[in-house]
């Protein structure tokens, strides 16, 4: 019986290793479901390590493929590629230096109005190698602004600020550059500023600031006497007492839904009971001040000088901007303060008229500096901006239209196309009111323009944008307050329901993915016969063979 038992083992290696080696010679498969990898886009520039970090979790391509799961742009360019409008986009970012200066970005306004110095902020970043930069600004190769910066002993950035005089005709292109960094914005000529006046009784206060916008080329005046704020950027508001309750919600709406200015010139006090006090929303220490003769009031900043002798003194709201106040300083005359999505402008100089042609028509220069403030400040019911506004010959640009509140976006018909007639299709995003689409810039150097036509029930509203094609153009922006190369590519992923993150640090990527990307299961065919390690048994099962039937024969 003990002599059976290793008999009897060895039977069984035996034909455990004719099994395996049959095994082999069929090579039997069975298909299984199994976890699979995502594939994951990768677009980038040559160098790039985004594409092999993500290498081990998912399957990286390194082109455009219309069935990734998910799509990373790297860089500061978008790629002229149609993506899906299911797509998944995240942008990365790559920081570049150049000689250890480079311009960040550079804000700058979409367009300003004619015979206007454009100011124009670039942010320059430096490292604590530079001592000393000059930022300079051009148009058509002629120098039109500079400044001058010394560095400190660490390194950090510089907000210059440049007031740049247009030359030639609109638009203008304005390169900044400093060191061997060149970036350029474009700024176009905006339409006249269109400000109403509503007199519900004559006012001399009133008049005489009508007088002085109207005799200024750069604004659109006109007067009535029953509230009609139509396209109107600011409503200048004089006679408060004689202002309705209908006139007020009228004017609270233009401002809070609208974003529109509303000047309100009083020129006597404002009683309490009076619609108008709930307009101005006054407090309850409002006071006259009466003085023998007219004093200067205390200007914030470079604002020409006004004089008064008749005064309210407010107690502005918080969060308010004081233009003027009494000679000591201690109380506001002429203040701003928000009004929902507008603002408004009080002022309780009262009979600052009377002194007008003193001080150089101050009083006119201050009326226009401070409503012209207020009303640029007013969005177009029709948004439209391209990015980049500067662009290269066949480069793909990027259209945003936003709608505002008070057309009633939800349901509103939207139609874009470009000057020579080709039309633009846009898609609404994820904001409310907000819409997008792309298209190819023209082969050749020229300006072109995209158009944007809105309907909303009655109401219809048209707006505009204009790009500059340029070869080699590099730009950073060109719309208001002018985004840099990598907010402008940003724009994918803001518009695809992504990320932007920086390469400096790829862990936001890393989750973005996990969170978004799920892998597909997949059914695999397996053979476990093609796999080496099936030697391994086959072996062990002919030493177990061979070893016990030595041993029998040793006995022997």
Known sequence: MITGIPRVFAGVARG???????????????????RGRAIVAVLEPPGSPVAARLRERYLVVRAF??????????????????????????????????????IVRIDAPASVPGGTAIRIEP???????????VVAARINGVAVARAQHVWGARGD?????????????????????VGRDARS???????????????????????????ALERDGRFDVRAVTRLDAADAQAIVVGGLERVTEPDVAALEQFADERGG?????????????????????????????????????????????????????????DE???????????RPIVWTARRGAGRLLLSGALDAWRFRADADQAFDRFWRAAISSV???????????????????????????????????VGAAVEASLASGETVRLRPDAETGAFSGTFVAPPRDTVSRVDVAATSGTTHATGSARIVVRTGADAVGGASAAPDAAATVALLSETHRGIHVSSADLSPLDRWLRDTVSAPDVRAARRPMRSPWWMVPFAACLSIDWWITSSRRRRR
């Open 16 to 34: 455990l290793a004719l099994l395996l080696a049959i095994a082999a010679a069929i090579d039997p498969s069975w298909t299984t479901t199994a």
């Open 261 to 317: 200015a509303v000047v309100a010139l009083p020129d006597e006090r404002i009683p309490a009971a009076s619609p108008a006090a709930r307009l101005v929303r006054a407090r309850a220490d409002e006071r006259e001040v009466l003085l023998d003769r007219p004093a200067g009031l205390a200007m914030a900043g470079p604002l020409p000088k006004l004089a008064a002798s008749e005064m309210l003194a407010f107690s502005p709201e």
């Open 185 to 211: 914005v474009m700024v176009d000529r905006a339409p006249r500023i269109r400000v109403t006046f509503f007199e519900p009784r004559p006012s001399w206060t009133t008049t005489f600031v009508r007088r």
């Open 65 to 102: 493929d219309a069935g990734a799961a998910a799509f990373v742009v790297v860089g500061d360019e978008a790629p002229a590629v149609a993506f899906p409008d299911t797509a998944r986009i995240a942008t990365v970012s790559v920081p570049v230096s150049t000689e250890h200066v480079r």
């Open 157 to 177: 950035s510089w907000r210059a600020a440049l007031d740049v005089v247009p030359i030639g005709a609109a638009p203008w292109v304005i390169s900044v550059s």
């Open 375 to 409: 009303a640029l400040a007013t969005p177009p019911l029709v948004d439209v901006t391209a990015a980049p506004a500067v662009a290269r010959p066949l480069e793909r640009v990027r259209v945003r239209v936003r709608l505002q509140r008070s057309m009633n976006p």
């Open 123 to 133: 942010t320059i970043a430096a490292d604590p190698r530079r001592q000393e930069d």
């Open 320 to 330: 308010s901007d004081v233009l003027a106040r009494s000679a000591d300083a201690a």
